[in-house]
């Protein structure tokens, strides 16, 4: 098994055929199919995997008014094939959603009070 040292002397180029965009835009998609609203894609990072290259794209909760409070999970899209290869479980997301809404309940009900 390759050790870290072995991988980080490795040449920097990786590629990375997906673009931040087109990986925000399928994190998106995913989240849209799997998450009710006030749940969208975040900025992606770029992550290096000793196999392959993916984007983590922070799944961000968000409210009218506000605009994100908080991440809530993550998305993960090859960043060569352009697919959705892992994710936060969803019941994670929606647990760490309702948690975050109750640390900030006040702030988000004011504008409708």
């Not at 849209?32 to 799944?59: K, M, T």
């Not at 994710?87 to 309940?105: D, G, H, Q, S, V």
């Amino acid at each position: 098994m390759e050790t870290i040292a072995e991988f980080s002397a490795r040449p920097k180029s990786v590629p990375r055929k997906i673009s931040r965009d087109s990986a925000q835009t399928k994190a998106n998609q995913f989240i849209i199919e799997h998450l009710p609203d006030r749940f969208c894609a975040g900025q992606p990072r770029f992550v290096i995997f000793p196999i392959r290259a993916a984007w983590s794209i922070p799944v961000v909760l968000a409210y009218p008014k506000l605009g994100a409070i908080g991440e809530v999970g993550a998305v993960i899209v090859d960043a060569e094939l352009g697919n959705v290869v892992g994710w936060t479980p969803i019941e994670e997301i929606r647990e760490a959603a309702k948690e975050l809404y109750e640390e900030r309940k006040a702030e988000i009900e004011a504008p409708f009070v």
